[in-house]
T-cell receptor
């Protein structure tokens, strides 16, 4: 069965510091990978997605970047965090091969920028 | 374009009573529809999906959803609510005829009162 791992679960960082959130998927190959942010409140904002290794699509301009160094690894980064980067970050994966394309989410990373 | 609306930010229901969480959608073709649940500080969990066929879809934890094409709705239901059902619920839609990703609603906070 497929699993998705996301870490760290909680992170407190000062403004101006770098960020690296990691996500890995096991039990499948060539997944589509996604980073979402959920700000205080509830809405999900799609930040980045990748359908193949080395290719990243950005949905909104921002202080963050994403990379996919391996097929099942997705990394969210920032060189200098802003207060507005605080939020709950969710990694997800799906496949459109023979299915409806439902997303499967990691447990999330809570980032607080002080 | 595809979109989904959850008209209620908050739904309160007494334990043991039936619950309904509303969702309406807009896509150009036949939709794929999904429901997810999110507990505090956790990732989204997939509950159920509609692709085609029977309009009543059964999912995890006793939840079901009814697809109504004429009303473009996909309401989530459960015959008898539990306190443990209290959580944030998201509806999502995907147009299978396009390469677009899932579009999520804004979420509905369900509170089941003991």
């Amino acid at each position: 069965s497929q699993t998705i791992h996301q870490w760290p679960a909680t992170l407190v960082q000062p403004v101006g510091s770098p960020l690296s959130l990691e996500c890995t998927v096991e039990g499948t190959s060539n997944p589509n990978l996604y980073w979402y942010r959920q700000a205080a409140g509830r809405g999900l904002q799609l930040l980045f997605y990748s359908v193949v290794i080395g290719q990243i699509s950005s949905e909104v301009p921002q202080n963050l970047s994403a990379s996919r160094p391996q097929d099942r690894q997705f990394i969210l980064s920032s060189k200098k965090l802003l207060l507005s980067d605080s939020g709950f970050y969710l990694c997800a994966w799906n496949t459109l091969r023979g299915g409806a394309g439902e997303l499967f989410f990691g447990e999330g990373s809570r980032l607080t920028v002080l | 374009a595809q979109s989904v609306a959850q008209p209620e930010d908050q739904v309160n229901v007494a334990e043991g009573n039936p619950l309904t969480v509303k969702c309406t959608y807009s896509v150009s073709g036949n939709p794929y529809l999904f429901w997810y649940v999110q507990y505090p500080n956790r990732g989204l969990q997939f509950l159920l999906k509609y692709i085609t066929g029977d309009n009543l879809v059964k999912g995890s934890y006793g939840f079901e959803a009814e697809f109504n094409k004429s009303q473009t709705s996909f309401h989530l239901k459960k015959p008898s609510a539990l306190v443990s059902d209290s959580a944030l619920y998201f509806c999502a839609v995907r147009d299978p005829g396009s390469a677009r990703q899932l579009t999520f609603g804004s979420g509905t906070q369900l509170t089941v009162l003991p």
